[in-house]
């Protein structure tokens, strides 16, 4: 899966991800409030533009307004449901009661699924462990792995308190994936090689997540699949400037943003990945 990309994922790199074996991909996130108020820059942010598959990134800790927001909702080619964010470490997000500030609260968590299911959609939720370490050496986490039920968890094995460059502890997994209750559980931070995937696989993840890998070498979901069999036959791998190619031609066919493919460009020439 493709993760959200604050900035980056628009239609055209999400087409690029999906056309180089991303199986799902999503929307950056946005409030539901945003949507309710129709804030321009939010509804830029989940602008579909072609089928490809897409969840929709949602933060919110009111059934009310989501409830307001599901009854005027209106699917459309490629719409795989909504992904309920309890991942975000913004501290302003976090400040209004979203994003990570929602793992300690599985009831919560527990009725908006329930809404968005009556509603008739699909719906994910992606989590971290807690807020800080406190809440993931009580492992807080766990009780929305078993006290909620969407189609599937995204586990970010990190809490919100540390910083990109702190490892992620995929320990974690195994107990989150037994507490899950056979609801596909998805890993997702610092997946960097088909090695680690495998590692991932032999805990009984269902499937993993990829963000930033993919803004170097959009084609790291074929690169994995190739080296650990799923592609059969193996799919042929572009190069960089060839991604970049075809990240044009998409945003040419289907009508990109101008913004979003600059900086698309800036981190592939930069990033100059050695997959």
Same mark, same amino acid.
């Given at each position: 899966?493709?993760?959200?990309?604050?900035?980056?994922?628009d239609?055209?790199f999400?087409?690029?991800?999906?056309?180089?074996?991303?199986?799902?991909?999503?929307?950056?996130?946005?409030?539901?409030?945003?949507?309710?108020?129709k804030?321009?820059g939010?509804?830029?942010k989940?602008?579909?533009?072609?089928?490809?598959?897409?969840?929709?990134?949602?933060?919110?800790?009111?059934?009310?307004?989501?409830?307001?927001?599901?009854?005027?909702?209106?699917p459309?080619?490629?719409?795989?449901?909504?992904?309920?964010?309890?991942?975000?470490p913004?501290?302003?997000?976090?400040?209004?009661?979203?994003?990570?500030?929602?793992?300690?609260?599985?009831a919560?968590?527990?009725?908006?699924?329930?809404?968005?299911?009556?509603?008739?959609?699909p719906?994910?939720?992606? %989590?971290?462990?807690?807020?800080?370490s406190?809440?993931? !050496? #009580?492992k =807080?986490?766990? +009780?929305?792995?078993?006290?909620?039920? *969407?189609d599937?968890?995204?586990?970010?094995?990190?809490?919100?308190?540390?910083?990109?460059?702190?490892?992620?502890?995929?320990?974690?997994?195994?107990?989150?994936?037994?507490?899950?209750?056979?609801?596909?559980?998805?890993?997702n931070?610092?997946?960097?090689?088909?090695?680690?995937?495998?590692s991932?696989?032999e805990?009984?993840?269902?499937?993993?997540?990829?963000?930033?890998?993919? %803004?170097g070498?959009?084609?790291?979901?074929d690169?994995? !699949? #190739?080296? =650990?069999?799923? +592609?059969?036959?193996?799919?042929?791998? *572009?190069?960089?400037?060839?991604?970049?190619q075809?990240?044009?031609?998409?945003?040419?066919?289907?009508?990109?943003?101008?913004?979003y493919?600059?900086?698309?460009?800036?981190?592939?020439?930069?990033?100059?990945p050695?997959?």
């Amino acid at each position: 899966m493709l993760a959200s990309l604050e900035r980056y994922s628009d239609s055209v790199f999400r087409t690029l991800c999906y056309n180089h074996g991303a199986d799902l991909t999503f929307t950056e996130m946005a409030h539901v409030e945003s949507f309710l108020k129709k804030n321009k820059g939010s509804l830029a942010k989940v602008a579909v533009k072609d089928s490809t598959p897409v969840q929709i990134q949602l933060l919110s800790s009111n059934e009310s307004k989501l409830d307001r927001f599901l009854t005027g909702f209106k699917p459309f080619e490629g719409f795989q449901g909504f992904n309920l964010n309890l991942s975000c470490p913004s501290k302003d997000v976090i400040r209004q009661g979203k994003g990570a500030a929602m793992v300690k609260r599985a009831a919560k968590t527990s009725r908006l699924v329930s809404l968005i299911r009556d509603h008739g959609y699909p719906v994910s939720v992606k %989590l971290r462990l807690g807020l800080n370490s406190f809440e993931k !050496k #009580n492992k =807080l986490y766990l +009780n929305n792995l078993g006290g909620v039920d *969407p189609d599937f968890f995204v586990v970010h094995a990190k809490h919100a308190a540390q910083s990109s460059a702190e490892p992620e502890d995929d320990s974690v997994y195994p107990e989150c994936v037994e507490a899950a209750r056979g609801i596909p559980v998805i890993a997702n931070g610092g997946i960097d090689s088909s090695d680690r995937v495998q590692s991932l696989m032999e805990m009984g993840v269902g499937g993993v997540m990829m963000g930033r890998p993919a %803004l170097g070498y959009a084609g790291v979901f074929d690169l994995f !699949k #190739n080296e =650990l069999g799923f +592609n059969d036959p193996p799919k042929p791998l *572009p190069d960089a400037t060839s991604m970049k190619q075809h990240y044009d031609e998409i945003y040419e066919q289907i009508g990109g943003d101008d913004k979003y493919r600059d900086r698309f460009h800036r981190v592939v020439d930069r990033k100059k990945p050695s997959y």
